[in-house]
């Protein structure tokens, strides 16, 4: 999943002004905000978030409030189907917003980092369920004609999350008022839980119950969980006795997937042989090497003393390049897929490359500074934008027989993992890296030196996958 996806297939030529019409126009307005809540709330919140260092501490657990919401964004988003069927739409929706607003209300108010981080979960899991029951319910509230319509407004609350969440943060943060940020998004829950209890249907026709995989969330969970809870340890060997631990619970997830019980992600994931698992491979690697970005406004506030509001724009860079590139490269066709996406890979090797050189040097001017980083992020940004649609394309060609539906939801789901390991990760290199040292200067330099440095192996190791591994080695599409 792009930060945006573009709908372009619209066959039976349904208009957008009959997306909003004949009783459409709350229905779809509704789904929008939705996500555009969910989505809004990741870019405020990484904006934010060193305003909330700076007043209530916790600078080691710095990553783990993208890690714990994201964990919960991918539970929220696997017992959706389950939720939808027993509750019904409507009360699945309204349980989705209220555990968003609960948990957000949460972190308004949290006066120290862990209460903090217990109502990033409770988001998380809340904007889970919002984001995946928006797409689930297009099928149900609107016909068949109107869904590629749908689609593309849904999924473009992404590119305007991408601008108001920023701003939100930044305006607040500036003015030392980070809670109120939070507090702004409780307004809107309460719109969208009064008009969702009004405009959405109270029952499915389909009561086909989808089991809940609890023990493969679980193994999930504490595979994540150990990298972050090693990442807070002050010696090495604990730091990376954390990361083993988490393979190990990988590996005790990819037995569990062998079960015919319900999958988290289809036949050939877990196989780096099988041209299906060496994408979703490439595909975890690319979105990985993007984490850096929850790291990037506290970098640039501490290190080049930039506000609140222009350090959370540099954040968007990387979804701004991601956008751009999708939509131009998006039509390439045959061999030319495989190099677009070796070609990205290795852009964003340049990127990242260059964040280090600028933290390296850390003698040039404020404005070379600004115009640098953001050349760079928007090169990472381009760099995964190229790939991704033929990375889709071909996840969905490769999606074995009567496994097309997970198959195609899998996507999601191999992303939001990858960005909570990446986000885990994270935390644990800058850890490593001194960032919570006394000396913050030095500390944050030398953490953000090793954070670039070390994230933009990953692109080259998607590089080395793609020419060393037979069955990727032709990224046709259709």
Known sequence: MS?????????????????FSKGNSLKAIILALGVMLHATNVYLATTIMPSIIKEIGGMEYYAWNTTIFVVASVIGSVISANQMVRSGPRKAYQIGILLFSIGTLICTLAPTMPLLLIGRFIQGYGGGLLFALSYAMIR???????????????????????????FLGGIFAEHGHWRWSFGVLLLFCVFILITASIILPKERNDHTITPIPYLKLSLLSLAVLSVSIGSVQKNISENVMGVVIALLFLILLGLAEKKKTIRLLPTGAYKISSALGATYAVMALLTIATSVEIYVPYFAQVLYKFTPLKAGYLTVLIAIGWTLSSILFSGYKG????KIVISGAFLMFI???????????????PDWNLVLNCICLLAIGAGIGMGWPHLLTKVF?????????????????????ATSFGAALAGL????????????????????IYLYSSFATAPLVVIMILILISQVGNFKTN
């Open 429 to 448: 290199v800058t850890n490593v890296g001194g960032i919570t040292d006394a000396n913050t200067i030095i500390g944050v330099t030398n953490a953000s």
């Open 335 to 338: 061999h030319s897929a495989k």
């Open 397 to 417: 060609s490769l999606a074995p027989a009567g496994e097309e539906d997970l198959t195609s939801s899998s996507v999601t789901t191999v992303q939001l993992i």
């Open 351 to 365: 990127g990242l490359t260059g964040l280090s050189y600028i933290a390296i040097t850390n003698t040039l001017s």
């Open 140 to 166: 149900l509230v609107f016909t068949e004609n109107l869904w590629s319509r749908a689609m593309a407004l849904v999924s473009g609350m992404w590119g305007v999350a991408a601008f108001s969440g920023p």
């Open 3 to 19: 930060k945006i996806d573009i709908a372009v297939n619209n066959k039976e030529g349904a208009s957008w002004s009959d997306l």
